[in-house]
């Protein structure tokens, strides 16, 4: 267990529709990083949070939009769901900003869109 | 661009041999190269990492070795065991914008 969690464990939803991924760090944690993983595929990072504040973008799509909160939570939303969207969502926590530092991942969301 | 390169996709060993993962990238400025395990189903788990002040780690039966010059590091796993099976991934930090790129990921099979 990494002590990062991640609700919920399987979203199952339809085209067109909007949900949201919550991602809470490691306790003392100040980053929060999403990746998506696509079936066969590796990690693509999406976005990173530093303290509340947008520190890094990837390639994350415009439906998409993420927040971190001032517990450090951190949500990820996807909106407008394609069916190409269906993937592994992880978010990473680390200490610091800079990336340097180990990133531990949590269990993951898996995003069913039908 | 950011890019890092991972050889082979796929790896299949004998219980007992040796299992070698290269990883090529693009900034010679990268400082830091992380490798991930990841069992089915499972999150990604760092296993070993290393930086650019050193040119070999190692941890038991997993070693990292890195060349700076060639922009090239390695993961190498000696005495295979089933436990071992799963796929690999390298990163490398990339200082522009500080963020970790992955390989595309090796899936090794250690065959009993």
């Known amino acids: 267990d990494s002590g990062v969690t991640q609700t919920p464990k399987h979203l199952i939803t339809a085209t067109g529709q909007r949900v949201t991924l919550r991602c809470s760090p490691r306790?003392?944690?100040?980053?929060v990083y999403w990746y998506q993983q696509s079936l066969d595929q590796g990690l693509q990072f999406l976005i990173q949070y530093y303290n509340g504040e947008e520190r890094a973008k990837g390639n994350i799509l415009e439906r998409f939009s993420a927040q971190q909160f001032p517990d450090l939570h951190s949500e990820l939303n996807l909106s407008s769901l394609e069916l190409g969207d269906s993937a592994l969502y992880f978010c990473?926590?680390?200490?610091?900003?800079?990336?340097?530092?180990?990133?531990?991942f949590g269990p993951g969301t898996r995003l069913t869109v039908l | 661009g950011e890019n890092v390169e991972q050889h082979p996709s796929t790896l299949s060993v004998q219980e007992g041999d040796s299992a070698v993962i290269k990883c090529t990238y693009s900034d010679s400025a990268s400082n830091y190269f992380p490798w991930y395990k990841q069992e089915l189903g499972k999150r990604p788990q760092l296993i070993i990492d290393?930086?650019?002040?050193?040119g070999e780690k190692k941890d038991q039966r997993i070693a990292v070795t890195l060349n700076k010059t060639a922009k090239h590091f390695s993961l190498h796993i000696t005495e295979t065991q089933p436990e071992d099976s799963a796929v690999y991934f390298c990163?490398?930090?990339?200082?522009?914008?500080?963020?970790?790129?992955f390989g595309a990921g090796t899936t090794v099979t250690v065959r009993a």
């Open positions: 306790s003392g944690d100040l980053s």
């Open positions: 990473a926590s680390s200490v610091v900003a800079g990336g340097g530092d180990t990133q531990y």
């Open positions: 290393i930086r650019s002040n050193v």
């Open positions: 990163a490398a930090l990339f200082l522009n914008d500080y963020k970790l790129s």
